[in-house]
């Protein structure tokens, strides 16, 4: 089994910042591509950013210049730096990993259970 447990959500003022942690846990052979993605109330889910195991990224054209997305490889976690917060940035963020359980056996797509980010005016 793989877990993907998300923390660091919660209420900040406009303008403030917030720091999201991931961390894979579980039967992992090793992980791919890690990322964020944001889902705010009535709409789909959307991508925020992504980060190769190399730490190529990848940003949302609304983030970029405000979020930074790393890794910790030893530690199978990822971040999501969120800094000048604006409202439209509430949603649930979900961390999301291809991650390959047995060696030369396929990636799976796991999703963390969300946490959310509100932002007030």
């Known amino acids: 089994q793989v877990q993907l447990v998300e923390s660091g959500g919660g209420l900040v003022q406009a303008g403030g910042s917030l720091r999201l942690s991931c961390a894979a846990s579980?039967?992992?052979?090793?992980?791919?591509?890690m990322g964020w993605y944001c889902q705010a109330p009535g709409k789909q889910r959307e991508l925020v950013a992504t980060?190769?195991?190399?730490?190529?990224?990848n940003y949302a054209d609304s983030v970029k210049g405000r979020f930074t997305i790393s890794r910790d490889n030893a530690k199978n976690t990822v971040y999501l730096q969120m800094n000048s917060l604006k409202p439209e940035d509430t949603a649930v963020y979900y961390c999301?990993?291809?991650?390959?359980?047995?060696?030369?056996?396929?990636?799976?797509?796991?999703w963390g259970q969300g946490t959310q980010v509100t932002v007030s005016s």
């Open positions: 579980g039967s992992i052979f090793s992980i791919n591509a």
């Open positions: 980060i190769t195991t190399g730490g190529r990224t």
């Open positions: 999301n990993a291809w991650i390959r359980t047995v060696v030369a056996g396929p990636e799976w797509n796991y």
